[in-house]
């Protein structure tokens, strides 16, 4: 009897020093995402997104490749319902100004980026990254920039030297203000409402403001990014940084939480491991933080350890599908589709499967 209240001791002891490792790792991670620049995103949130060739390469070689992106635009702004006010593609980069809805950007980005790289490699027999790592979201105050903005990103093609007057650039949004392009997905007209209530003054109006960013250069004053982040004044700032980490630490609370019950639910009962022990066997062995495991990363590496934990808290640590779905924020049917996966993989990739081995050895010892 004594024997057996000194194991469950033991193992109530590891379960909170592993959920308190796990937490302080979390912690750590709020620090390391406020040092990376952490992007803001909420209903309404209005943004300047600039996304580069990876290397500098050209992501457009021809004007399928512009029409082929604006289908995708077009078809990911009827899906999401964005506001997007301003376009410009060039042969390397491309600026998007947008006004996000319920849908965060990172999905519409996603989506919106994944579909034209799957189209390019497909096309032209490539490989690799097409983009340039993270996309740029610069998060703006909409009332004090939007004019200026779709000012800056309608000139680009002036600036970079490739047309002398904007009206000779086909692949930007600036011949739907001139009335020369039908675009249903370019918001023009509250623009025009906000330099005039006559169409026909308004785009007169329009002419000349962009006219006048001709004439006079670019001003480096009228887009003073702070921190790489933001473009607004302090107190825009300030409270969107409060946002940031009121989000971070509201996440770290859920996971501590759900942790905190999966350990009752469905752990402290069983003689089968634990999840945090599963947790931490299966970061020491792939060299994945838990953090990274518990996360959104897509890398294959991390994908690849994030199924391996997946499976074995399943297979190992009888942890329903339901409950790991909720712990992760992930449907039953995620869960299912991540274990089939990794099935295939540590029957085809000889890395993954000595991974597998070497944590079961442990977890097992």
């Known amino acids: 009897m004594g024997s057996g209240l000194q194991n469950i001791q033991k193992f109530l002891y590891l379960t909170k020093f592993l959920i308190s490792a796990i937490i302080a790792e979390l912690n750590r991670h709020i620090l390391v995402k406020m040092a990376r620049k952490k992007r803001v995103e909420f209903p309404g949130a209005f943004y300047h997104v600039l996304t580069r060739g990876n290397n500098k390469q050209n992501v457009f070689k021809d004007e399928q490749d512009y029409k082929v992106y604006l289908i995708s635009l077009k078809r990911y702004h009827n899906r999401y319902k964005f506001t997007l006010y301003a376009y410009t ?10 006004e996000t809805s319920v849908t965060p950007l990172s999905k519409i980005m996603q989506g919106l980026q994944q579909s034209y790289t799957c ?3 497909k096309r032209y027999k490539s490989i690799g990254h097409l983009f340039q790592g993270r996309y740029k979201a610069i998060l703006c105050q909409r009332d004090e920039y939007l004019l200026e903005l779709i000012r800056y990103i309608h000139l680009n093609p002036v600036r970079a030297g490739l047309v002398h007057n904007p009206d000779d650039y086909p692949w930007s949004s600036h011949p739907v203000y001139l009335g020369h392009l039908e675009q249903s997905f370019v918001e023009k007209e509250f623009i ?3 330099f005039s209530g006559n169409e026909a003054l308004a785009e007169k109006k329009y002419r000349q403001f962009i006219g006048d960013g001709v004439d006079k250069g670019h001003r480096d004053d009228s887009y003073n990014v702070i921190d790489q982040l933001y473009l607004g004044n302090p107190e825009f700032v300030e409270s969107n940084n409060q946002r ?6 509201n996440k770290t609370h859920k996971i501590e939480k759900s942790l905190e019950v999966l350990q009752i639910k469905d752990l402290l009962t069983t003689k089968k491991k634990s999840l ?3 947790l931490k066997t299966v970061s020491e062995i792939t060299k994945v933080s838990p953090r990274s495991i518990l996360g959104s990363n897509q890398e294959q590496y991390v994908s690849d350890a994030r199924s391996l934990f997946i499976f074995i808290a ?3 640590g009888g942890i329903t599908n339901k409950s790991l779905a909720n712990f992760l924020g992930r449907s039953s049917s995620d869960i299912s ?7 295939d993989r540590i029957n085809s990739d000889q890395v993954v499967s000595n991974q597998l081995d070497k944590i079961l050895k442990i977890l097992k010892a």
């Open 89 to 98: 593609l060039m042969p390397n980069h491309i600026h998007l100004l947008i």
């Open 119 to 121: 189209y390019f490699h």
């Open 192 to 194: 025009f409402k906000i």
């Open 244 to 249: 940031i980490k009121n989000q971070m630490q």
């Open 276 to 278: 945090p022990e599963i």
């Open 314 to 316: 399943v297979r190992e």
């Open 337 to 343: 589709y991540l274990i089939h996966k990794i099935d």
